[in-house]
């Protein structure tokens, strides 16, 4: 027999299958998922970008608007300019100074926040390239610089048409309202920061990291949104980059679409990408759950081909020993069916010649040849009792072997048991008389007809009454009674004998069987009564009982159908 | 056995991988976590108590409860810098997490005390001008040391002061400044703008207070006079009695900030100190909360200027205000 599991060709070939299933099932579901995710981090991030830039844009509008109204109220005269220009500040908080220049690049009216002392200079703007380009009529965007204050400005400036020559007008904006922009972006451990057309940050959440002015013109990225002045996803290859802490980003960026501006969104691929790798972690518990489950099934099926043959070899082991042991009861069957006709046989050449020993034992007892010596006539009343018990016992023995092997003719006739009851009582009277036994008889007049045989019935009958005489010391009781019990007919036999131990009743129906006490008493009982009169009376559809206390007698109880009464049920 | 040790690798593997997939990936704290930090606060002159009160309430917008997140411990102010570095001692022997110091003369007590005995503890100022020349700091990117702030930059808009106060005040004439501490007032600046515009200038520099109290004793103002509070810590102690002067004098007063024209000056023009103690207040939320250094956090110059006017004063005065004029004014103070 087989015992274990091992991983052998049978379950190594499933297994691999399995694996492989679930490593195809597994890419099948993670590639279009991570492509998924890395789509919509991108997405994310662009639509942040797009946020700030539109935000930068925004702010620079409005400057510029600010601006070109002003503009427009200084185009007559001077007059008013100076507190046209003192409300631009009051109105514009991000912008920190405001100059007018003249068709020959000289300043000639300037408002600012801090100090008149400087502004009288009277600078020449003339070869600036943002007055030059400005002049022309175009509303210009100049280079972000860090100030003296070590905050981000940038220079806007327009046209002026005024009536008194061609101006432009400038205005040094303060960028520190853009960091809040870029600095409460709620991104996790991302950062938003925006490069000018160089290269250079000019915007970031930390002040310090803009002061730094570094210059990122090296990153691919940069020069993608910068110089090509497209829009870069991030899903590239060579857009992430290492940043300056050393972490390796998933970014985008796009242009800002003023001052030639990009902004640009990172964040550590390890958090951006944190979905991707848990998609990847759960590919790989599914793989190891799967590899577990279908290991579990091959060693569940192992051990079910076990059992299964395990079983199959029980089976035939059984379907063996129950050919032996049919063998074998076809044996016992056989040799009981020899020893009851050699018992039969036996009993009935036995009894012939008991018979005539009897007769003969008889004839000289009864001095019917001479008279007998006193001494002779002892020997023989003792041979001929022997005898009468020998012929008693064969004619058991052959009722039993008849009963056996069914040769027991039953002569059922529908009849009255007030006869049989009525010689039963005569007989056992007669006998109780000379054991100094009261012997009673409480017969219910009228009882109902029964079928039966009459000689097996009476058999039956007297071998309970014998039983009661028998095992019934001098001066007892026996009492037979008859009734009506519904559709039955109950004889009884009480006594006040010996009664059966406790012990043994569950055998009293058994052939042979004698109680200890029974054996003590009287050693002549074969063992053979009892049992026939069951057999007999279950022949007649009816049943035995009896109740029994040791040393204070038994009721022993036939029970015989009422003619008649299953018929009519 | 040894399938024994692949199953239970397997299931450890399984499991430390499922509870990395589950609790791994969760947003990261901020660095320096979340508890009770004790402030002290050293109790200011009269004139700068409003950035005390403009970096509580920041602070408070900012998620710190009093008494569950932050503890504000009170150190006196003593008359001299001296005196003030025997409390900021004292307080010390109590935790401290940071302290914020308003004026120079507080900030360069709490520099001394700090750079001997605790150099790490992060000091935050407002309301100092050119920390740098006073050297609180290296420069104005990085401190260099245990010191950041927001400077109201006094010391470079008192020209500008100047140039406002003739634009509402054009009757004047000549300017009376008194100051002690050059770097501060930038009267340099003054000399220059008093200059370029045209206007005298009654300069005189007062040691101490006492020396205020002679000069407005005996000081005959005339007409087209204007006086302009300079912003030293010596000319602070006498901020009532010069607004008191001005008013008895009928002298225009120009004021640093908009407590003084709500007090009665004739107008302002500077930061606001509720302000800068707000911005002082993110300052110190970067490094409490975000475990920035103060040296990583440059000196940042106020957020905005504004330009006041008391209304009632100048009716007072006889000084008239034309709309024009009053058009470029931020805050009127109606009364």
């Known amino acids: 027999m087989k015992s274990g599991i091992s991983f052998t060709r049978r379950t190594a070939t499933p297994f691999a299958l399995a694996a492989v299933v679930l490593l195809v099932g597994n890419l099948l579901w993670l590639i279009p998922v991570a492509r998924n995710i890395r789509n919509q981090v991108s997405l994310l991030q662009l639509e942040i970008a797009d946020r700030v830039a539109t935000d930068i844009r925004n702010y620079f509008s409005a400057a510029v608007r600010d601006l070109e109204l002003s503009a427009d109220g200084i185009i007559f005269g001077s007059e008013k300019r100076e507190v046209i220009l003192a409300k631009l500040l009051k109105y514009n908080k991000g912008i920190d100074a405001v100059f007018l220049i003249d068709g020959t690049g000289t300043e000639i009216l300037r408002q600012d926040r801090l100090r008149k002392s400087r502004a009288l200079a009277g600078t020449d703007y003339a070869a600036s390239p943002l007055f030059v380009q400005t002049i022309a009529g175009t509303p210009r965007f100049g280079d972000i610089f860090i100030s003296e204050q070590l905050e981000p400005h940038a220079v806007l400036a327009v046209p002026v048409k005024a009536t008194d020559g061609p101006m432009v007008l400038m205005a040094e904006m303060n960028l520190r309202d853009l960091i809040p922009l870029v600095a409460d972006v709620s991104i996790e451990d991302g950062l938003v920061y925006v490069l000018d057309r160089r290269g250079v940050q000019v915007l970031h959440p930390e002040l310090s990291e803009i002061l730094r002015s570094v210059n990122y013109s090296g990153r691919v990225i940069a020069r993608r949104v910068l110089g090509q002045g497209v829009i870069v996803n991030g899903l590239s290859g060579d857009d992430s980059y290492v940043n300056k802490d050393g972490v390796k980003v998933f970014a985008v960026g796009r242009p800002v679409g003023i001052g030639n501006l990009g902004v640009f969104v990172e964040q550590p691929r390890s958090g951006a990408l944190g979905t991707e790798r848990q998609m990847a972690i759960v590919a790989v518990l599914i793989f190891i759950l799967g590899i577990g489950v279908v290991s579990v099934i091959l060693r569940a099926q192992g051990r079910l081909r076990s059992m299964l043959y395990e079983l199959d070899e029980i089976g035939k082991i059984l379907v063996r020993r129950d050919l032996e042991l049919t063998r ?18 036996a009993a009935h050449q036995l009894r012939t010649p008991l018979t005539g020993i009897k007769w003969s034992l008889n004839a000289l007892r009864t001095n019917e040849v001479e008279p007998l010596a006193p001494g002779q006539a002892q020997i023989v009343e003792g041979a001929y009792e022997g005898t009468n018990r020998m012929v008693g016992l064969i004619g058991d023995l052959l009722n039993v072997a008849r009963m056996e092997e069914k040769r027991f003719v039953f002569e059922f006739r529908v009849a009255p048991l007030q006869p049989v009851l009525d010689e039963a009582i005569a007989r056992y009277r007669d006998i109780g008389t000379k054991k100094r036994l009261t012997v009673l008889a409480e017969i219910a007049d009228p009882l109902p007809m029964v079928s039966y045989d009459s000689e097996k019935l009476k058999m039956a009958i007297d071998n309970i009454l014998s039983n009661a005489v028998n095992y019934t010391p001098a001066g007892g009781t026996i009492t037979l009674r008859a009734s009506r019990d519904k559709d039955h007919v109950a004889i009884s036999v009480q006594d006040t004998g010996i009664g059966i131990p406790k012990a043994q009743q569950h055998r009293v129906f058994s052939k042979f069987f004698r109680a200890g006490n029974a054996q003590l008493r009287n050693t002549s009982g074969t063992g053979l009564g009892l049992y026939l009169s069951e057999q007999i009376i279950a022949r007649h559809g009816g049943a035995m009982k009896f109740l029994s206390e040791e040393g204070k007698g038994s009721i022993f109880t036939i029970q015989l159908p009422v003619a008649g009464a299953g018929e009519k049920k | 056995m040894l399938r024994r040790i692949l199953i239970i690798g397997a299931v450890v593997m399984f499991i430390a991988a499922a509870a990395y997939l589950f609790y791994g990936g969760s947003p990261k704290s901020e660095k320096a976590g979340k508890r009770l930090y004790n402030i002290g606060i050293i109790d200011p002159d009269p004139p700068l108590k409003p950035a005390a009160d403009g970096l509580r309430d920041r602070l408070k917008e900012l998620g710190y409860r009093e008494g569950v997140d932050v503890s504000y411990v009170v150190i006196p102010a003593g008359k001299s810098v001296a005196e003030t570095e025997t409390q900021i001692t004292a307080a010390l022997s109590s935790p401290l997490d940071l302290i914020f110091s308003s004026g120079i003369i507080n900030a360069r007590a709490a520099k001394n005390v700090t750079a001997s005995s605790a150099p790490d503890l992060p000091v935050i100022f407002a309301v100092v001008s050119n920390p740098v020349e006073n050297k609180l700091v290296a420069s104005l990117a990085s401190s260099g040391n245990n010191i950041t702030g927001v400077s109201p930059n006094n010391d470079l808009i008192v020209g500008k002061r100047i140039e406002l106060f003739r634009n509402l ?52 103002p005339a007409k087209g006079d204007g006086f302009v509070r300079a912003t030293d810590a010596v000319n602070a102690q006498r901020a009532a009695q010069f607004l008191q002067w001005a008013l008895d004098h009928r002298v225009p007063l120009s004021g640093t900030n908009v407590g003084d024209t709500e007090k009665g000056a004739f107008m302002s023009y500077g930061a606001n100190y509720y302000n800068l103690g707000r911005q002082a207040a993110v300052l110190a939320h970067k490094i409490l909360r975000e475990g920035k250094k103060p040296s990583d956090l440059p000196i940042e110059p106020p957020a905005a200027l504004e330009l006041t006017l008391n209304k009632k004063t100048a009716a007072l005065l006889g000084v008239d205000i034309s709309s024009e004029q009053a058009s470029v004014v931020d805050r009127i103070i109606e009364d």
Do not use: C, H, Y
């Open chain 2, 169 to 220: 005040f054009p009757g004047l004439r000549r300017v009376i400044f008194l100051w002690n501490d050059p770097i501060t007032t930038g009267v340099g600046e003054v000399r220059s703008v008093a200059s370029a515009l045209g206007l005298a200038l009654v300069e005189r520099r007062v040691a101490n207070a006492k020396e205020i109290d002679e000069f407005l004793a005996s000081f005959t």
């Open chain 1, 328 to 345: 074998a009861n076809t044996q016992l069957m056989e040799l009981d069916a020899v020893k009851s006709e050699f018992v039969s046989i």
